[in-house]
């Protein structure tokens, strides 16, 4: 059996902080998602992202049309024991290129 092999290497630490604040009464709420890592860790998501980016998942064979490639990165495995599980991926589907339902685009 084959051992497992992050493509992370270095230090890498990504965590959800949750925030909340109270002006005039109003209560606010709102998360930030925090990425921290040292130069190697940091350099190797960036290039785990750019060969996300620049894969062409119409020659993922197992990869059924409507569907986008990812990868999870595993605390304690990929990046640090104190992380939260992150799944990074493509928007666009296999062999339509749509995007899905729950995304909202940015204001321009």
Known sequence: MKKYQTEISGHLDIFVADHED???GEKTKWQDVL???DTEGLKSFAALLISIADLNQD???DLPIGARE???LQP???ISKSSVEVIVGRIDAKGTG???DRYVEKEL
């Open 35 to 37: 990425i921290h890592g």
């Open 70 to 72: 990812h990868i999870h």
């Open 98 to 100: 749509t995007f899905y």
């Open 59 to 61: 020659d993922i064979k």
């Open 22 to 24: 109270e002006f005039e």
């Open 76 to 78: 304690g495995f990929d």
